[in-house]
């Protein structure tokens, strides 16, 4: 039985006070409290190191990237997986929609930032997606198919998250039909399976992540294979960000 990820992707968004604030906010619906899913943050790497302190273990803690390369280095603005796990954080999101089309994250690029990833410790988060174009275009399942075969990491285990976000339903208000989400969801487990075997695939959550809200959150962690959700603006306001988590209590 796959445990459920409520993950929130804070993305350039918190000052410290302000995020400070928000995960404290979290933490008071978690504190003393046995939940049946995991709550992941993932701040800006400025909070980093200070959410880690406020959490204190008691929801996880992820980056939303981490360098392609793995080794201390001349690679300014850069900073590694192994760096992330030092200061006490558990996950790393990579290859998110807003990496891959505007920094350049290509498959190999993901695969080699989710190998480091698992090797400093971590666990990645590794994101897929159509466009709206591609989607229109018929080719949403062959496109997200090869992603996933691109970006997942020979050193893959049970424990890594796929997050499968319509690039078209990030930011934007727009879910694609419930159907559309359960289709491509089974034919990432399906791909999953063939790749790894069905005991290290069958382990693997696979997030729906794209402008999931409190109105749909219900319905979309209902879908088969959904085992998630990883959470953009809505993770931004701790109401929001717990109603979407309390539709899993
Ligand atoms: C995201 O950026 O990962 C995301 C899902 O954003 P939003 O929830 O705002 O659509």
New binding site residues.
Partial sequence: MRRKLIAG?W?MNMFKEDGLNLVRQILSHVEGQKLPFDVLVCPPFTLLSDVCHAVNGKVFVGSQDVSVVSEFGAFTGDVSAKMVADIGAEYAIVG?S?RRAGRGDTDAIVQEKAFNTIEAGLIPVICVGETLEEREAGKALDIVSAQVRGSLPKNVNGTVVIAY?PVW???TGKIPTLEDVAQMHNTIRAVLTEMLGPDTADQMRILY????KPGNAKELLAVSNVDGA?????SLKADDFWAIAATQL
């Fill in positions: 992707n993305k998110h807003e976000e339903a990030i930011g992540g794209g402008s999931v990883l959470i953009g603006g809505a």
